[in-house]
């Protein structure tokens, strides 16, 4: 049976874990609701956003009950939705975790205004802030998990305010846009079909990114290579809804048109060298056929000052799903550990 290992960067150990059953008081505390203000909505909250344009909401929903380990969810995109995180029911209320599913502004069953000047990354983390004090959030519970675009968000966010965060998941996510486009050039581009890729090339020349060709080829030449290595129609539901629900008025804006590498406003977003500026403990998350390069995953957990970096072997962009054990399995790991006290903040 395949085990996940879990490296501790920091200091040099390996740790190899195994998640344990939940004891049975402690899962009847997981569904206590007592005192909760959320409970007639089912958990959910729509949180008012301050921003230089106004007032708008935005939608979360929390899981669970567990005062001292509360994981909110960054998704990617941007302009992406919560929804392909769904996979996380599976595992976490096991786990006993409390997670907070969150749509950011312009996503999904948040409001979605058609103001392009609130597509900039530092408005993204104010916002995370203003959604951490609405959920009461703090230092002593708030695990920090970013996906993709949502993992950038989560390393922007730790910057800024790590003294409101417990500790920070990062995951399929490089700490460099130009690292991340130098890999897709030298690395996964010449490795696909070249006539395949000369026609992609000649679609997006011709700004014919919503032409279905252009979408039949990248999912046949390049998605279920390294976005989800599964056949299209086993995507999973979770998936097929966030991609149906992708709000290209963020995302093109912000990552540029094409899967293939960045080319929007964060094409030249590089924090590689203000990663040691991070102390709380930090897990990496990296996948072998990721449209990102595995290396740079592991460079952040080696570059903050309490890494651990998870290795997903079969896994590609969202190893949560093609390489689900390990990936679940990981992050769960990491959590009872930092709980336990053996991974802390660095003083």
């Known amino acids: 049976m395949h085990r996940f290992i879990l490296v501790a960067v920091s200091a040099g150990a390996l740790m190899s874990c195994t ?27 729509l949180i008012p ?21 509360k994981l909110l969810l960054l998704h990617g995109g941007p302009g992406a939705t919560h929804e392909y995180l769904e996979a996380f029911d599976s595992y976490l209320p096991a786990a006993g975790v409390e997670y907070y599913y969150y ?38 519970n708030l695990y920090l998990y970013g996906q993709s675009w949502g993992g950038l968000l989560a390393i922007e966010y730790a910057l800024k305010y790590q003294q409101n965060i417990k ?27 070249q006539s395949a890729l000369s026609e992609i090339k000649a679609l997006e020349a011709a700004g014919k990114f ?35 629900k992708l709000n290209k008025k963020v995302y093109i ?15 030249n977003w590089d924090r590689t060298a203000d990663l040691s500026r991070i102390t709380v403990p930090t897990l990496a998350i990296g996948a072998r056929y990721d449209t990102m390069e595995p290396a740079q995953m592991e460079l952040i957990a080696r570059q903050v000052k309490r890494g651990s970096y998870l290795f997903c072997p079969n896994g590609s962009h969202f190893a949560l799903y093609d390489d689900q054990k390990t990936y679940m399995e990981g992050v769960i790991a990491f959590i009872r550990d930092v709980d336990s006290g053996r991974l802390a903040r660095v003083p």
């Open 19 to 45: 998640p344990t059953p939940q004891p049975g008081a402690a899962a009847t505390a997981y569904f206590d609701q007592s005192g909760r203000d959320d409970v007639l909505s089912g958990g959910v909250k």
């Open 210 to 244: 919503d032409d279905p060709r252009y979408e039949d080829l990248l999912m046949k030449y390049f998605y279920v290579d390294h976005i989800l290595r599964l056949p299209p129609d086993r995507w999973p539901d979770p998936v097929q809804r966030g991609f149906g």
């Open 49 to 69: 956003i301050e921003t230089p344009k106004g007032t708008f909401h935005v939608w979360t929903k929390r899981i669970g009950n567990n005062p001292r380990i």
């Open 253 to 267: 804006p912000m990552q540029g048109p094409s899967e293939m590498g960045a080319s929007g406003k964060l094409v």
């Open 103 to 140: 749509d950011q502004l312009g996503s999904a069953y948040s409001d979605q205004p058609d103001i392009p000047e609130l597509w900039d990354l530092g408005r993204f983390v104010e916002e995370v802030e203003q959604v951490r004090q609405a959920l009461h959030l703090d230092s002593s």
């Open 167 to 193: 500790a920070l998941i990062i995951s399929n996510m490089v700490a460099s846009v130009p690292a991340y486009n130098h890999y897709a050039n030298s690395v996964l581009m010449p490795a696909m079909d």
